[in-house]
């Protein structure tokens, strides 16, 4: 089992020259930073229209000490417009020290086409395209569509759920849409 530490900034520095050292005429490559948090240590949550996001480890292969799901497994929120008012929420605080675009990422497991999907908002601007995995039993990163300009400071991203029985393991924000490490 993968144990994090949420949150977690990771800096991978690919082609950095240390101080004094430097190739003229060598674009110095961006380096990517990755926000994570364990799902399972949000700043918040709420109940709504009789579901909840629930702790649990039946599922192996998750990291930290469990993963999120919506419970109990019936019910869909179809409206991105209407996540806030549909279901139940999970809010994470993450703080930005590079400011950039970012993505948002979640490491999400599903067993069917009918728990394979969650709305998440970034400063609570909810994306009119879900987040969502493959429903093949496995654990799975997924990328939004869209990155969002970051200034430094804290930011907050909001789950909701679309498709009750949804498993969220991990939450991310990067840079790039490269998958988190
Ligand atoms: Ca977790």
Redesign the pocket.
Known sequence: MVRRVAPVVFVAACGFHGPGVSDAGEATAAATVAIIS???LFASTTELGGHRWTSITNEPG??????MQCLPTNGTCNDASQAQSCGPSLVYQLTITQPDTYFVHTRMLAHTGFDDSIWYAVDGAIDSKELKVNGDGTWHWNTSSRDYPLASGGHTLSLWQREAGARV??VAETNSAQLPP
Do not use: K, L
Request: charged fraction near 25%.
């Open positions: 364990e799902a399972e998750f990291s930290g000490t469990s993963y393991d991990v």
